[in-house]
């Protein structure tokens, strides 16, 4: 080969060699820039790393599987990096060791597609922090098995703490008696309660994004709604009580306490609203004012109430320079119509008794029920005390006509009345009240049926009444009762046929003290029953010792109370009496009031028809003073019928007084009843009632009351020839036309 073409061709080599080395030092250069450039983005890749992790506050670490060592990259700050290796029970809290490492097996055998763990790890302080860890495999051995995981972890301490309040608060809120509801800023629901859904019957699903106007009810209109939301969003708090409306549109009275909840910059967020139902809470709060201020069975206001109103209309009286009067109203006999009937019924008289008071003096007058029969009338504005007199009149005359009961029963009650007046008796609610209370006693003691007016000589009365009735309760065992008896004439035969027992108190500290004065306090404290059966048993002694004296043909009338008569037992103390003493029931006649027995003359009837089968006489006293009802009086086992004294009186004089007398006596006569006259006291009397067939009479003429032994006397000295001979009928007088 020539030289010059070897040279060529070393040169040529040389030059490749040299574009060879050329290329292989750019391209090592090239390779060397290409790492440091790899390697500046790993090491920003990494800071980037760092700052996120520094960032989310996860913490990396790596797992070994074989060695169990635990690598740990610790962040400080950005840029601060360290590590470390430790073994797992190092760091991990002994009670969470074994659940730990149970997820790390499971993850291992690929039950699980992620490792997921919540633990407490130390904090290098001396304390635990709870934290997230997740992990995946990131490297294998030649065998496929796990050789590490990796993965973060995150401290969830405060999230935990967070959880578990959310849970304590969502426990309180569901097991809480009260409704509460959180709405947003434009008032709809967000969540609320069981309690809530219990209250309203709106389940959570069906309420929640709907407006809180869904609960607003008719009892207000939407300005009072609207007014009260400006007014939470304004002030961040609200209460009060407000009607709201249920899904199924009942209405109920809500008690409220909303209030308003900020974000950490003071921007409302939420509303929350704690809710109660106080519907029933207030019924009964207005049945306890009811109850406090009315009288239940009446519906009329009670004492407590009466009392302030008194006070007011003191007040306004005074101001406007009026009077007042206070009526005090008790019905007559009510006890003994009580408890003759049974409650039932005289509960059903006092609500009749109270809508005819009421209806008397009108709704613009207070009327009230103090207890028991006890009623009150409060009237304002009087020019005079006579205006009170003239509403007194128009009450009395209104219980005139018999009170209708609801099984269309009729009883016929009237009521006694007393009146005091301010300023003139009184200037204080108690005094007023406690005057008409005497003033009360005193119509009562006037024969009932009437009213009175107080006066200080009252408060007298009163004193003594109350020391005599303490006197009374003593007086069987001093001994101090007796009884005298007026005799009783046969008109048609001159004959003595009975006579009646009275009863007298003659007081060692008292005195003589009058029947009409301490009976009615008997009657009233029920000692007239422990006195009754005295007066029972004494007058049947007598009697007997007379029919021993051989007066066997004479009689004894007793007077009875209602309250005897009204005992369930008083027939069998009746018979328990006659048979002890061993006198026929034929020799005795019970004497009863007119008023009495025509309160409920079919209940009556019953209780008298006992004493008619034992044998026993029975007598109406003082009628013609009562209510008297021919259709009733043949209803009753009665014997006897003795006319009051009151037409006896004027028999000669009065031509009405004839008219009744001579009415009655035929009237009697048709029924086949005995007529006695009573309160005879002149012959022209007596010869009035004999010409006009009168069957018995008693009086002064006869003989006033004696007793035992006189007026045995007088029995044993009467001869016929004594009576003069009765004079012709004289044809009943006309009564003078005005």
Not at 237 to 252: A, N, T
Not at 465 to 492: C, F, M, N, W
Not at 615 to 633: M, R
Request: proline share 4%.
């Amino acid at each position: 080969m020539p030289i010059a073409t070897l040279q060529m061709q070393l040169v040529v080599g040389a030059v490749l060699l040299a574009l060879l080395v050329v290329a292989l030092a750019t391209l090592a250069i090239r390779r060397k820039r290409s790492e440091r450039t790899h390697l500046a983005q790993l090491r920003d890749r990494e800071e980037r790393l760092k700052l996120a992790l520094w960032a989310t506050g996860e913490r990396y670490w790596d797992y070994d599987v074989a060695t169990g060592k635990l690598h740990r990259l610790l962040l400080d700050a950005p840029g601060r990096m360290a590590e470390d290796a430790v073994a797992v029970s190092a760091v991990v809290h002994p009670d969470d060791h074994a659940a730990t490492l149970e997820r790390l097996d499971a993850y291992l055998s690929g039950e699980t597609s992620t490792f997921l763990a919540e633990l407490r790890v130390a904090d290098g302080n001396g304390g635990w922090i709870w934290m997230r860890a997740r992990g995946r495999i990131v490297a294998k051995g030649p065998d496929g098995r796990a050789r590490r995981i990796a993965g973060t972890a995150l401290n969830i301490t405060a999230t935990r703490a967070a959880e578990r309040e959310r849970q304590i608060a969502s426990e309180v809120l569901r097991s809480m008696n009260e409704a509460v509801s959180v709405l947003d800023r434009n008032f709809d629901f967000i969540s609320v309660n069981a309690a809530f859904s219990r209250m309203t019957g709106y389940q959570e699903s069906e309420i929640v994004g709907r407006n809180g106007s869904v609960l607003d009810s008719l009892q207000h209109d939407s300005a009072f709604y609207q007014h009260i939301r400006e007014q939470i969003s304004r002030s961040g708090r609200w209460s009060g009580e407000i009607w709201q409306r249920r899904k199924d549109g009942e209405e109920f009275l809500c008690s409220i306490e909303s209030s308003t909840v900020h974000d950490r910059n003071g921007e409302l967020v939420l509303h929350v609203a704690v809710l109660n139902d106080i519907t029933q809470q207030k019924r009964a709060e207005q049945e306890l004012r009811y109850l406090a201020n009315f009288d239940t069975l009446t519906n009329l206001p009670n004492r407590s109430l009466l009392s302030d109103r008194l006070s007011r209309a003191i007040v306004r009286a005074h101001r406007e320079d009026n009077r007042i009067a206070v009526l005090f109203l008790d019905l007559d006999r009510f006890k003994d119509i009580n408890d003759s009937l049974g409650h039932a019924a005289g509960d059903r008289i006092l609500r009749a008794a109270a809508a005819r008071l009421q209806q008397t003096v009108g709704l613009h007058h207070t009327v009230a029920r103090l207890g028991g029969d006890e009623f009150t009338v409060v009237l304002e504005n009087l020019e005079s005390p006579e205006d009170a007199d003239k509403v007194a009149r128009e009450i009395i005359m209104a219980f005139e006509a018999p009170l209708l009961l609801d099984d269309r029963r009729e009883i016929a009650i009237s009521p006694s009345i007393g009146i005091s007046l301010y300023p003139d008796h009184a200037q204080v609610p108690t005094e007023l009240l406690k005057q008409a209370d005497t003033a009360m006693y005193q119509a009562k003691a006037a024969g009932r049926r009437t009213f009175m007016r107080y006066d200080d000589a009252m408060d007298l009365v009163v004193r003594q009444r109350a020391t005599i009735s303490g006197a009374l309760r003593k007086v069987l065992d001093r001994g101090e009762l007796h009884l005298v008896y007026q005799p009783r004439l046969a008109l048609d035969s001159s004959r003595i046929t009975g006579v009646e027992a009275l009863l007298r108190w003659s007081s060692d500290e008292h005195g003589e003290i009058a029947p009409t004065d301490f009976i009615p306090m008997a009657e009233e404290s029920g000692l007239i029953l422990e006195i009754g059966e005295w007066v029972l048993r004494e007058a049947c002694l007598t009697l007997h010792r007379w029919h021993q004296h051989g007066l066997g043909q004479l009689s004894m009338a007793v007077n009875v109370s209602v309250l005897q008569l009204l005992r369930g037992d008083f027939p069998e103390v009746v018979a328990r009496v006659l048979q002890d003493i061993g006198l026929p029931p034929s020799a005795l006649e019970l004497e009863l009031t007119e008023s009495v027995l025509m309160a409920n003359a079919e209940h009556t009837a019953v209780k008298l028809q006992a004493f008619r089968t034992l044998g026993v006489s029975l007598a109406i006293d003082d009628f013609g003073t009562g209510y008297s009802s021919l259709a009733y009086l043949k209803r009753l086992p009665i014997t006897t019928i003795k006319i009051d004294k009151a037409f006896i009186g004027d028999l000669t004089h009065d031509p009405e007084d004839a008219a009744i007398t001579s009415t009655v006596i035929t009237m009697a006569h048709s029924l086949g009843l005995n007529v006695v006259a009573e309160g005879v006291e002149t012959e022209a009397q007596m010869r009035f009632l004999a010409s006009h067939r009168c069957d018995e009479i008693q009086g002064f003429w006869l003989s006033q009351p004696l007793d035992a032994h006189a007026c045995l006397a007088f029995i044993r000295h009467w001869t016929p020839d004594r009576l003069p001979a009765p004079l012709p009928a004289a044809p009943l007088a006309t009564p003078a036309v005005p």
